[in-house]
């Protein structure tokens, strides 16, 4: 059985978290994107604690088409090290499991 994944990146660009979510979804590397409202992250760069205003930008996809998504995202990344998290789906219906692959799926 197919596996589905939930990919979470972040950016500081309305504009270009919608450009990547979209894209995404055209290129069929995933099936829906959401583009969660700006948040306030807090990190470690450069040896001081940093802070930015972001966007996260959440991925759902096949197992099988997460590396082909994380590179295909991180050559439009503005980031110089995006973050990048793949987070197991324990649980889905067949039907949305169904739709998933479909719509990952090249035509």
């Given at each position: 059985?197919?596996g ?6 972040t ?5 270009r978290a919608?450009e990547?979510?979209r ?5 069929r590397?995933?099936?829906g994107?959401h583009?969660?409202a700006r948040?306030t992250s807090f990190y470690w ?6 802070h930015?205003r ?10 099988d088409r997460?590396a082909?998504l994380?590179?295909w ?12 998290m793949?987070?197991?789906?324990a ?8 739709w998933?692959?479909?719509?990952t799926?090249a035509r």
């Amino acid at each position: 059985m197919v596996g589905i994944v939930s990919a979470q990146t972040t950016v500081d660009d309305e504009t270009r978290a919608h450009e990547i979510a979209r894209g995404a979804v055209e290129a069929r590397l995933a099936a829906g994107v959401h583009v969660d409202a700006r948040m306030t992250s807090f990190y470690w760069w450069k040896d001081a604690v940093q802070h930015e205003r972001e966007y996260r930008i959440s991925f759902t996809t096949t197992a099988d088409r997460a590396a082909a998504l994380r590179e295909w995202v991180h050559a439009r990344h503005p980031y110089e090290v995006p973050q990048w998290m793949v987070l197991p789906v324990a649980d889905a219906s067949q039907e949305y499991l169904a739709w998933v692959v479909k719509e990952t799926t090249a035509r």
